[in-house]
């Protein structure tokens, strides 16, 4: 995806342009050549007044955590900025307004409440806002955990879906100490362009319901809507396109008493405020037994979807993030959203892209906000919010998706350079999130096929080939490439165990052992020399591959 040098909502100048963060903040970004799971920044440094004679003479390669993780503009700093400042709140408000209908939405599709739902959404963002470890993205209620959680609520009702909740936090804040976040460094970049543009794709397919089976009026607004988000922007940027449109579009059709439909079509909003319980459910090894896999299936999937996003905000705002910190503050939000009878959830993208990339907020203000202002709005003013024409909401959506999808890598000039199995993950990432409506099946799939075909692939690299022989009675081979389970199966069928001399040499300066299944390929060709009376000599191998074959050899059954 291609990322804007400057922000929606920004200026040259300005600290989110070029992500000081402090005094010190042009020389990080001047040193910084790449950022690791977990923010570190790694570029190469010059050695200080304690590094040796030897490395003094030039740069060497550190990798050292960022003076601020994320790298970018601070909550205080902002609070400093009044430009900044407004930019943060409207950028919150914004998302407030997109929040609404989509927490009703997941509600249905779990079959709960739509308060749930609501509520959800409240307690998520604002306390993703202070634990989390990516500034300015939006946690709330999602699809995902309302998919996952719906079969429980259907057989046993809500307080066993809170405590799902509770216990699918508690497991996500366990995973996140562990550092299941490091994890996400195995996660390929065609994986990566897969999962943004089926999101894009999923974002799109959500809103069509709202252009089927409509008022014919319906559609001019959303082309009006469109166009205020795509050319606001080159008018000026002190307020945000979306919520202009969802502003312009509200009072036209409250002026012109135009029937569309609105907000308040979608399910009803709460009157009070949410309230602290604790789930009425037995606490016995059974009730345990019928939430674990529920709960489970929340940690995974909302950790999954929250760190593919923070990945993606890292991306779009050029900036790095804690992804263990993401981790298990995702677990506190849950754990405080199930004790206040919300549904559950985790990072959700189209709402995050509406903030950081429409709205070009950068800090956790905007994340606080967004939950603030959900509560006031649905609580406060209902009755106001009640008559936002849905036609509003789908044409920031509609706007988010097409600024979300990687096009250029579906250009045609992109397609013949990239390598078919670069192409080939991509595309089973998408087609299997599109198919399942779940963006964990598709990246898991996609992990998966990305894995296969890398085996594939460095397993025909491995080459046996017969060098000069020193005697008459001496034959040997050399073997280079990475021997694995994939390349070293075929190895024992590249020797003349029987036109071979006596002694034989198979000399692997050039290859690597990475696993039991070599030791035992190289243990049966030893056994297939010995069975004809010659002798095998292994030479070359590194500290590494000698070690483990020491470990191993002849311990494996025989060669099998």
Not at 93 to 111: D, M, N, R, T
Not at 240 to 248: E, F, T
Not at 444 to 465: D, I, K, P, Y
């Amino acid at each position: 995806m291609s990322t804007p040098t400057t922000p929606p909502g920004t200026s040259p100048g300005t600290p989110s342009d070029d992500h000081r963060g402090g005094p010190d903040g042009g020389a990080r970004h001047a040193l910084a050549d790449a950022t690791t799971a977990d923010g570190a920044t790694v570029g190469t440094v010059p050695p200080g007044p304690a590094e040796s004679a030897a490395e003094s003479s030039g740069g060497r390669r550190r990798v050292s955590a960022p003076a601020r993780p994320h790298g970018g503009i601070s909550v205080l700093e902002a609070l400093k900025d009044p430009r900044r400042l407004r930019i943060e709140v409207l950028a919150g408000l914004v998302v407030a307004l997109a929040l609404i209908p989509e927490a009703i939405a997941f509600s249905i599709i779990a079959g709960v409440d739509p308060r749930l739902g609501l509520f959800a959404s409240f307690t998520m963002a604002v306390t993703i806002s202070f634990l989390g470890g990516r500034p300015a993205m939006i946690s709330a209620a999602t699809g995902a955990t309302a998919l996952v959680v719906a079969p429980l609520v259907r057989e046993q009702g809500v307080e066993y879906l809170f405590a799902a909740v509770i216990l699918g936090g508690v497991v996500q804040v366990v995973l996140g100490v562990l550092g299941v976040a490091r994890l996400m460094r195995f996660i390929p970049r065609s994986v990566m362009v897969g999962f943004v543009n089926a999101l894009a794709i999923l974002i799109f397919m959500s809103q069509v319901p709202q252009l089927v089976d409509v008022p014919w009026a319906v559609y001019p607004l959303v082309a009006v809507g469109i166009a205020v988000i795509v050319l606001l922007p080159r008018l000026t940027t002190a307020v945000p396109s979306p919520l202009v449109a969802i502003v312009a579009l509200t009072g036209f059709v409250v002026l012109a008493s135009v029937t569309v439909p609105d907000v308040g079509d979608q399910g009803e909003l709460p009157q009070d405020l949410p309230s602290l319980l604790f789930p009425d459910v037995p606490l016995s090894w059974e009730t345990l037994q019928l939430v674990a896999p529920y709960a489970l299936g929340v940690a995974v999937v909302g950790l999954l979807e929250s760190l593919m996003t923070a990945k993606l905000v890292d991306d779009v705002t050029d900036t790095g993030s804690s992804k263990t910190r993401e981790a298990w503050g995702q677990g506190g939000a849950n754990i405080v959203t199930g004790f206040f009878g919300g549904l559950g959830g985790c990072a959700m993208i189209g709402q995050t892209m509406i903030n950081v990339k429409s709205s070009g907020a950068r800090t956790r203000i905007s994340t606080f906000l967004a939950g603030v202002f959900l509560l006031l709005l649905v609580v406060v003013l209902g009755d106001v919010v009640a008559v936002i024409p849905m036609a509003a909401l789908v044409a920031v959506m509609v706007m988010v998706s097409v600024g979300t999808f990687d096009w250029h890598s579906v250009r045609p000039a992109t397609l013949r350079r990239m390598p078919l199995s670069e192409t080939a993950v991509m595309l089973s990432t998408v087609a299997v999130t599109v198919a399942t409506h779940n963006l964990a099946y598709g990246v898991v799939v996609g992990v998966l096929v990305a894995m296969t075909l890398f085996a594939r692939r460095v397993a025909h690299l491995t080459e046996v080939v017969e060098v000069a022989q020193p005697d008459e009675g001496t034959r040997v081979y050399a073997v280079t490439g990475q021997l694995f389970f994939a390349s070293s199966n075929d190895l024992v069928h590249q020797f003349d165990y029987v036109g071979d001399p006596h002694d034989v040499v198979i000399d692997l300066s050039g290859a690597n052992v990475w696993d039991a299944s070599t030791v035992a390929t190289l243990d049966a060709i030893e056994t297939k020399y010995a069975a004809r009376g010659k002798t095998v000599r292994i030479t070359g191998l590194d500290e590494h591959s000698a070690r483990r074959r020491d470990r191993l050899a002849g311990h494996l059954g025989g060669g099998h």
